[in-house]
């Protein structure tokens, strides 16, 4: 399967700062998938991405999908200590394999 | 119901003993995973079910065996097993494979340690 790359691996921020992890394909992806997993917890769904260029909100999460299909970005915008988790993309182009994540730790 | 169901959540076991791991759901998803996942790594595929046939090995050994007897059921049975396959094991569904349904729903998953 494609190969999707994720970066940073670790991001430390202070409580309201910003926050945004990007993921890379060497290859057009179909679509993209946001999971979010809490420390001890699963990974849980948070968008798919399908369209060139689309941007979706959820709040303070801002995803991105690039023209070229190729990269995703999710921003957090004035993070909280709630964020604090690890941020993995995935999609079906690689058969639902997940990319390596990034760890976001919130100072209070 | 919006919810996939692993048990057991924990399990230890010695390097000869023989165990199962459950997975249910009824969304009425056809598309079943399993994962495993060592701690601060993201979740490795290792087996994918699609409308209860075997569609994706990741080249596990076979002391890791899977079973998926009907749409709402995922077995993983495990055979003399090594102390590094300890792990949390996740199991999650989807509504099919292709076309965009490939929305996971994971279980809390089964925190399994090798002795």
């Known amino acids: 399967g494609q190969q999707v790359m994720q970066i940073p691996q670790y991001q430390h921020v202070q409580e309201g700062e910003d926050f945004t992890t990007y993921c890379n394909s060497s290859?057009?992806?179909?679509?993209i998938q946001w999971y979010k997993q809490r420390p001890g917890g699963h990974p849980v769904f948070l968008i798919q991405l399908v369209k060139s260029g689309e941007v979706k909100k959820q709040k303070r999460l801002t995803f991105q999908f690039g023209e070229a299909k190729k990269n995703s970005s999710l921003h957090i915008t004035a993070t909280q200590t709630t964020d604090v988790g690890t941020y993995f993309c995935a999609g079906p182009d690689n058969d639902m394999r997940f990319g390596a994540g990034t760890r976001l730790t919130v100072k209070p | 119901d919006t919810e996939v169901t692993q048990t057991p959540k924990h399990l230890v076991m010695g390097m000869t003993n023989k165990k199962s791991l459950k997975c249910e759901q009824h969304?009425?998803?056809?598309?079943m995973y399993w994962y495993k996942q060592k701690a601060k790594k993201p979740p490795e595929l290792m087996f994918v079910?699609?409308?209860?046939?075997?569609?994706i090995n990741e080249s596990v050994p076979s002391r890791f065996s899977p079973e998926c007897p009907n749409s709402s059921l995922l077995n993983l049975h495990l055979h003399a097993l090594q102390p590094e396959d300890s792990a949390l094991y996740l199991c999650?569904?989807?509504?099919?494979?292709?076309?965009?349904?490939?929305?996971?729903?994971f279980g809390s998953g089964t925190q399994l340690s090798v002795l």
């Open positions: 290859t057009t992806l179909s679509n």
């Open positions: 969304m009425g998803h056809r598309a």
């Open positions: 999650a569904s989807s509504q099919f494979r292709g076309e965009g349904n490939e929305k996971l729903f």
């Open positions: 079910y699609s409308y209860e046939k075997l569609s």
